[in-house]
Structure formats: structure tokens, C-alpha cells
């Protein structure tokens, strides 16, 4: 039996930038951390200019194409790895999906950024709390992680904003 | 060659709307909040469950100045307790490591004194975990 698939040129276009944000992800992973659990997710840099160029189910494509491929080159597909990073990937998109849907004209790239990096934190303190470690002294981590959050949340929105810039309108 | 320091400034590097700042502000607010809602004292210890041979455990208080006697096996164990810490005196073992170890204050320690089969655990009002490993 023979199945057409067809692809379009939307397809393409978030192949390509889940393929962007997947060489990311994996060149992140193998960045030394001072800290377990902190790192600057510049994969999001990815999802960030994707959402304000197409849109936000374009974004959430690109974002879980990212989060399950790059699991997959990692190794870590269905581990508690995957969970955690699938939980925060969730909650950035939904606070991106909320701010996206609500307040667009009042926020930009910065504003989305950081709330979607602390959305990121939170739920992956709170899968780690309730399926892996079930103790308070995890939540300790709280202000230390959304700081950072705060710090690299920005930091990716700056990167994003000024590749934006530069970017041709034939992408 | 001349440096223009405003390029530094955060309105140079990215555009920021007001839901920018916004959002900047209240989520630095956060970071005390949160701090003050989760830094409480968890290690805190509530009390000591004392346990002899095969009996149940005796929970004592940690609070102000005590010494409890029990008989174990071999005889007196002498328990201590003195503003939140505690510490054996004196128990009939050999070699009295549990008298040896001193003070114990930090919530999930244990002191045993084997010989006499007497342990002291120190417990804490919050749920506890030694260690985790994937």
C-alpha cells in the first residue's frame, strides 16, 4: 500500500528549526555545569524566534520535536531525564501560549523569555519533587533555580532578539 | 577608540516593553519570596524515639535538660538530652562507640549502642531521605 505524505513548506520550516534547536540541546548537554540542574537552555533561543516569526503552535512543534529527538540522541528517551526536561518544556510553552494569547502587545521577547524559563524550573522542581525525590529539602533549590531562570531567560531573549535582527525575511 | 556605555544598559541590547519590565520586576520579587517560603529550619530535630531490645521506641522530647536511664541487655544505657542534642553517657558495651560519637543533633542521626541493643534516632517533624541515586 503506498501513502502519500504530504509536506509542506510549514513542515519543512520546522524540521529544519527542531534540527537547529536539537544541535543545541545536545552540544548544551555535554557543557560542563557547576551545578546539576542548571544550565542556560539555549536551545530555547530556537523556540523564542520561532514563536515570534510563525507563531505558537509552530513554536510548541519545534520545542517537543526538540525535547523528544534530542532525548533520543542523548539516550535519555523515557528516562527521568526525559520526564523532567518534557514537564518544562510543557510549562514554558504554556506560559508562552498565555502570555502569547493575552497580553501580545505589551511584552516582547524578554518578558515571554523569562516567564517561560521560570515556568521551565518550577515544573521540573515540581515533577522531580513528586515522582523522584519526594522531600522538602528539594524545594530549597526554588530561588536559586529562578534566579538563574531570570538570568539565562534573559540572556536567551537578548541572543534571540539580536538574531532576529539579522535575519532575512526569505527564513 | 571611544566606548558608548549605554550599549550596556539592557533597553540597548533588547527592545523592552513595559510587560517586559514587568515581568522582569515581579519575577526578581520571587527570588526573596521564595527564598523566605522554602529556607525554613527542615533539619530541625522534634524529638528522640529511644528503643530498647524488641520493645516499641519511647519518644522523649529534645527540648531543655534530661537524662534518661533504660535497661538493655546488658545494663544502664544513660541518655542525655540538652538543648535540642543528644548524646549517651554511659552504656555497658565494650567499646562504648556510641558514648564515643558524642553529640548528635542533626534530625535522621542515629546512636546505637549495640551491645546493650539500645538505638536513640533523632526525628524531625518533616519527612526525611538519606540519598538518592538513578
Known amino acids: 500500500m503506498k501513502k502519500n ?10 524540521a529544519a528549526f527542531a534540527a537547529l534547536a536539537i544541535v543545541i540541546h545536545v552540544l548544551e548537554s555535554s557543557f560542563p555545569s557547576p551545578f546539576p540542574g542548571i544550565k542556560p537552555g539555549l536551545a530555547n533561543i ?21 525535547v523528544t529527538a534530542g532525548s533520543l540522541l542523548l539516550g535519555t528517551f ?8 518534557l514537564s518544562g518544556a510543557l510549562a514554558s510553552l504554556l506560559a508562552m501560549l498565555l502570555l502569547w494569547s493575552s497580553i501580545r502587545p505589551w511584552v516582547g521577547m524578554a518578558g515571554i523569555s523569562i516567564l517561560a524559563s521560570i515556568s521551565h524550573v518550577m515544573a521540573q522542581l515540581l515533577v522531580a519533587w513528586w515522582l523522584f525525590i519526594p522531600h522538602r529539602g528539594i ?16 540572556f536567551n531573549a537578548i541572543i534571540a532578539s539580536s538574531i532576529e535582527k539579522r535575519l532575512t525575511d526569505t527564513v | 577608540m571611544i566606548y558608548d556605555l549605554r550599549l550596556l544598559t ?15 520586576f515581579l519575577s526578581l520579587l520571587l527570588v526573596p519570596l521564595s527564598w523566605s517560603m522554602t529556607q525554613s529550619d527542615s533539619g530541625a530535630v522534634a524529638a528522640i524515639e529511644v528503643t530498647v531490645g524488641n520493645q516499641p521506641p519511647v519518644v522523649y522530647s529534645i527540648k531543655g535538660r534530661q537524662q534518661i536511664t533504660v535497661t538493655g541487655e546488658l545494663g544502664n544505657s544513660v541518655i542525655e538530652i540538652r538543648d535540642g542534642k543528644v ?12 558514648v564515643l560519637s558524642g553529640w548528635h543533633q542533626q534530625s535522621g542521626d542515629n ?8 538505638g536513640v534516632s533523632l526525628i524531625s517533624n518533616r519527612e526525611q531521605f538519606d540519598g538518592i541515586n538513578f
Open chain 2, 10 to 24: 539592557l533597553n540597548a541590547m533588547i527592545k523592552m516593553k513595559v510587560g517586559d519590565w514587568l515581568i522582569l
Open chain 2, 87 to 98: 548524646r549517651i553517657i554511659s552504656s555497658p558495651g565494650k567499646r562504648q562507640l556510641c
Open chain 1, 78 to 85: 523515557m528516562s527521568p531525564t526525559f520526564f523532567l526536561s
Open chain 2, 111 to 118: 546512636i546505637v549502642c549495640l551491645p546493650n541493643k539500645v
Open chain 1, 46 to 66: 530556537i523556540t523564542l524566534l520561532v514563536l515570534f516569526r510563525y507563531g505558537w503552535r509552530f513554536a510548541a512543534w519545534v520545542s517537543l520535536l526538540r
Open chain 1, 5 to 14: 505524505i504530504n509536506i509542506t513548506e510549514e513542515d519543512r520550516k520546522i
Open chain 1, 139 to 154: 524545594l530549597a533549590l526554588t530561588p536559586i533555580l529562578i534566579a538563574t531562570g531570570i538570568f539565562f531567560g534573559l
